[in-house]
């Protein structure tokens, strides 16, 4: 089970970290993801991280601008969030999967694992 939270109402070029926190058994090859949906688009991905390598990856909108972390014995992931713009605004969903190949890390199709999502809204 995933439970995301840190979400909120940011002005441009603020900041904000996002948090998932996993229940239950992680399985070293699990990859963990984060995705965000503006009204009237579709989902998207954002960055994802080995759960066990630390390999990490990011859509070319964020990059150098936000930051996925684990920590494994608090059994969460972070978003850091910097440098935020009024597109960024957005529900994010963390994912879960085992078993990926890097291929299809940024694909939401493969992921069985969502939490709720937590909404960011960037104020220009």
């Known amino acids: 089970q995933l439970q995301a939270s840190g979400g909120g109402l940011v002005q441009q070029g603020g900041s904000l970290r996002l948090s998932c926190a996993v229940s239950g058994r992680t399985s070293s090859n699990y990859v963990m993801g984060w995705f965000r949906q503006a009204p009237g688009t579709e989902r998207e991905f954002v960055a994802a991280i080995k759960w066990s390598g630390g390999n990490t990856y990011y859509a070319d909108s964020v990059k150098g601008r936000f930051t996925i972390s684990r920590d494994k014995a608090k059994e969460t992931v972070y978003l850091q969030m910097d440098n935020l713009k009024p597109e960024d605004t957005a529900v994010y969903y963390c994912?879960?999967?085992?078993?990926?190949?890097?291929?299809?890390?940024?694909?939401?199709?493969?992921?069985?694992?969502w939490g709720q999502g937590t909404q960011v809204t960037v104020s220009s």
């Open positions: 994912a879960a999967q085992s078993g990926l190949i890097q291929s299809s890390i940024s694909r939401r199709d493969v992921y069985n694992y």
